[in-house]
């Protein structure tokens, strides 16, 4: 028997009444435990914006995406903001200064290779229907682990300046001994997605899973396509992770000057 999405969370008056309160809880907490790393941020406020803002863009996308799953135009406008919105997101959150733009290189070098093979191979159509969700996953995935490995790798490059300059006068390049010091902790970027990989299936089950399910596919066709989902995100974040690193490396992309 075929679940239908109504019957798994009905929206509703109920259901506005409690991602009120479950957000409300979240900035709570943030503040009363004081999870901010500095004076100058506020998470707790940064909960609730972020949550009014994902109900404004959501309601916003489920307006233009019926257009943009129709139209070739509207497809390609829906792909470049949603890459766009990425690139802005990772590089103020790495570099904080004028460096951010270049967060798009670790983004694309992940994402466009695996579109590209989905599309010349055939598996995934030119259609917004297919597409959009797709590439929209893989970009998220690629956002995710290229903040954590730019600021890992910065965090680590500041802590650990002395043993930078030792390394290169032992005779590293400046490049070298930045990668020795930066990429162990960088790699640890893509520890939660080599760790819902490992347990999927045990311990949660996937959107894609679940979304597939619900549109009335398959179990094993659902598994199928949460697979696929899975293994392209390694690959996406993999190389995410790597180029972010030898960006950091070359200086290319470096931390604000904190006054």
Do not use: Y
């Given at each position: ?7 798994l969370?009905?929206v ?35 909960i ?22 129709h ?16 690139v ?22 992940g ?5 590209a ?7 995934v ?27 890992r790798a ?41 760790d ?51 960006l ?8 604000a000057?904190?006054?």
């Amino acid at each position: 028997m075929t679940l239908s999405a109504a019957s798994l969370l009905p929206v509703n008056l109920t259901l506005g009444i409690l991602l009120g309160v479950l957000a409300l809880v979240a900035a709570a907490v943030a503040g009363l435990c004081h999870l901010s790393p500095d004076d100058r941020t506020h998470r707790a406020r940064e909960i609730l914006i972020a949550g009014v803002r994902a109900a404004v863009q959501l309601a916003a996308v489920s307006l233009v995406i019926a257009w943009a799953v129709h139209e070739v135009l509207g497809l390609l406008t829906f792909l470049v903001v949603m890459f766009s919105v990425a690139v802005r997101t990772a590089g103020r959150r790495i570099t904080g200064n004028h460096t951010w733009w270049l967060a798009c290189v670790p983004i694309a070098a992940g994402v466009v290779p695996v579109v590209a093979s989905l599309l010349l191979s055939g598996l995934v159509p030119v259609k917004g229907v297919a597409l959009i969700p797709v590439t929209g996953i893989l970009i998220g995935g690629a956002l995710t682990v290229t903040v954590q490995a730019g600021r890992r790798a910065l965090d680590e490059l500041e802590q650990r300046r002395g043993e930078v300059e030792a390394a290169m006068a032992l005779g590293f390049s400046e490049r070298d001994a930045r990668v020795e010091i930066a990429r162990p902790s960088a790699s640890d970027a893509l520890l939660p997605g080599l760790d819902q990989t490992r347990t999927v299936g045990m311990v949660t089950l996937p959107g894609a899973f679940v979304g597939m399910l619900l549109g009335g596919a398959s179990p094993l066709m659902a598994g199928a396509v949460q697979l696929f989902v899975l293994i392209a995100l390694m690959a996406v974040q993999s190389v995410a992770v790597a180029v972010t690193v030898e960006l950091v490396a070359q200086h290319h992309i470096f931390r604000a000057e904190r006054g």
